[in-house]
């Protein structure tokens, strides 16, 4: 069984880091054709949450703190299962760690995050209201997102 990955940015190795960008480059970049700029100067001040096997990494999302996406809250953002790890459970056992580990540095507070429109109910499951209009981004319709604290 896998478990979870918790680091600041300064904690990960290379082959880590190499893992976490080579997910996020295959699954935003190369599979949904998304050529707005994945490195985007957020994951150093980021902590990275990911579950990985043998084959390398298969889910991966980031912690931001507030006024990286959002003014007020902290942020969830960048959330992605492999292609081999779709539909097994992985991608709700990520967000829940997401969710834990936001909590955990935060304290109980709101949590906001930008969904892909089609993932929008995945979110939902776990307590994501939607809160704007679709809109936008890199391309890909969104919406705005925020889990209201416990």
């Not at 990911?50 to 902290?74: C, I, K, M, T």
């Amino acid at each position: 069984m896998m478990k979870p990955h918790v680091k600041k940015f300064q904690e990960l190795t290379p082959d880590e880091l190499y893992g976490i960008m080579k997910l996020r480059v295959d699954v935003f970049v190369c599979e949904q054709k998304c050529l707005a700029p994945e490195l985007d100067g957020k994951d150093p001040e980021a902590v990275h949450v990911w579950f990985s096997d043998d084959d390398g990494v298969q889910a991966y999302l980031r912690v931001l703190a507030p006024g990286a996406e959002h003014d007020e809250y902290p942020a969830i953002g960048r959330v992605l299962t492999s292609k081999k790890m779709r539909g097994t459970g992985l991608g709700g056992k990520l967000l829940s760690e997401g969710i834990c580990v936001t909590k955990e540095i935060y304290g109980d507070v709101p949590i906001y995050l930008e969904a892909q429109v089609y993932a929008a109910g995945y979110y939902a499951k776990q307590g994501f209201q939607i809160v704007s209009e679709e809109f936008i981004l890199d391309g890909i319709p969104h919406y705005k997102m925020i889990r209201p604290k416990d």
